[in-house]
Nanobody
């Protein structure tokens, strides 16, 4: 089992910045990819960004150039730095971990980010 706990959500004005953190515990040695997904009201959950154990990153087109994902393997933590936030970035942001081998997926409970116009 892998346990994920997000922190850092909140309310911010358009154009502002927030940093989300996600701390992993449990069978952390099994984790390959960490990522952030988001779900806006009335919409399906979608990818925001992912990062592999070796540091390869992937971003949704909607956040490229504004969001940066990073991970500190020594702290078992993944971050999402969000800059130039827009009202359409308002969503619950979920931390995700995928293990190597069986590719099992784990989710955090989510952190609400609200961007006011």
């Amino acid at each position: 089992q892998v346990h994920l706990v997000e922190s850092g959500g909140g309310l911010v004005q358009a154009g502002g910045s927030l940093r989300l953190s996600c701390a992993a515990s449990g069978l952390i040695f099994t984790i390959d990819t960490l990522g952030w997904y988001r779900q806006a009201p009335g919409k399906q959950r979608e990818l925001a960004a992912t990062i592999t154990r070796t540091g390869s990153t992937n971003y949704a087109d909607s956040v490229k150039g504004r969001f940066t994902i990073s991970r500190d393997n020594s702290k078992n933590t993944v971050y999402l730095q969000m800059n130039s936030l827009k009202p359409e970035d308002t969503a619950v942001y979920y931390c995700n971990a995928v293990t190597g081998g069986l590719h099992m997926a784990y989710w955090g409970k989510g952190a609400l980010v609200t961007v006011s116009s």
